[in-house]
């Protein structure tokens, strides 16, 4: 019984650490200046589909 409730204990440790990490990796992206404009990609040709006979 003893062993159940080591693991409880370990597996709501490394969930905390998880929920941890995941709430300063959100605010270290919110923190960052929002100047920068994402890269847009230019549209590609597109191709020729008529087909001669």
Do not use: N, T
Not at 38 to 45: G, I, M, N, S
Request: proline share 9%; hydrophobic share 55%; charged share 25%.
């Amino acid at each position: 019984m003893r062993w159940l409730l080591i693991v409880l204990l370990v597996s709501l440790g490394a969930l905390l650490f998880a929920a941890a990490g995941l709430a300063r990796h959100i605010r270290l992206q919110r923190a960052k200046p929002r100047d920068e404009l994402p890269v847009v990609l230019e549209p590609a040709e597109e191709p020729d589909l008529e087909v001669e006979p």
